[in-house]
């Protein structure tokens, strides 16, 4: 079956720091990695998507420059957030899928909780 | 606007009884994904529709591409069917746009 590791599960960071965030595809080719956040009481939102040999295209309001992502072959991303503040705390999810309107499968997230 | 529309925001049953999530969709949409998200925030699969209808277990959905809607159908609901279900839908750009979800209390 398909599925989806992110690591770490959890982490804390002081504000003004980064951290990285890693997702892993087993059982299928992740060709497209999405990452999302979903902020306290709030729905997911969409931070980039990023398809294998192709530009990763980044959402209104979220840049390459604050979340660095990168996606080097079609089972692993990863994605940092530089210079976290409190705004940025939230679960980060990593989306899956082998093509472009196929199924997606998420890992369990990165809940990140800032300082 | 919002290009998901999910209702309602919560929803109270009683063990045994059912009811229906909705989504309505204010642009083309290639196809529906329902999700569970777990009191850990994993978010669990529930089904995805790309047209017509799916059955699994106690629950079903269906997706009208044409009218722009999607239902979950919770039958015979169970505590453990408690959760925060989402829809998300699948358009322009293979962008997964998701609803606000509905808060979900299955009560003894």
């Known amino acids: 079956g398909a599925l989806v590791y992110q690591y770490p599960r959890r982490t804390i960071c002081k504000s003004g720091t980064s951290m990285r965030m890693e997702c892993q595809a087993v059982g299928f080719q992740a060709t497209s990695v999405a990452w999302y956040r979903q902020s306290p009481q709030k729905t997911f939102e969409l931070i980039a998507l990023s398809t294998v040999n192709s530009a990763i295209k980044y959402e209104q309001n979220f840049t390459q420059e604050k979340f660095p992502i990168s996606h080097p072959n079609l089972s692993f991303s990863s994605m940092t957030v530089l210079n976290a503040y409190l705004e940025d705390r939230g679960l980060y999810l990593c989306?899956?899928?082998?093509?472009?309107?196929?199924?997606?499968?998420f890992g369990p997230g990165t809940r990140l909780t800032v300082l | 606007g919002d290009q998901v529309e999910q209702s309602p925001s919560a929803l109270s049953l009683h063990e045994g009884t059912s009811s229906a999530l909705r989504c309505n969709f204010t642009?083309?949409?290639?196809?529906v994904q329902w999700f569970r998200q777990n009191s850990r925030g994993s978010l669990i699969n529930l089904f995805y529709l790309a047209s017509g209808t799916k059955e699994n277990g106690r629950l079903k959905s269906a997706f009208d591409s044409k009218e722009l809607y999607s239902t979950l159908h919770i039958r015979d609901a169970q505590l453990e069917d408690s959760g925060t279900y989402f829809c998300a839908a699948n358009s322009a750009g293979n962008k997964l746009t998701f609803g606000i979800g509905t808060r979900v209390l299955v009560r003894p």
């Open positions: 989306g899956a899928r082998e093509a472009g309107d196929a199924e997606q499968f």
């Open positions: 642009t083309t949409t290639r196809s």
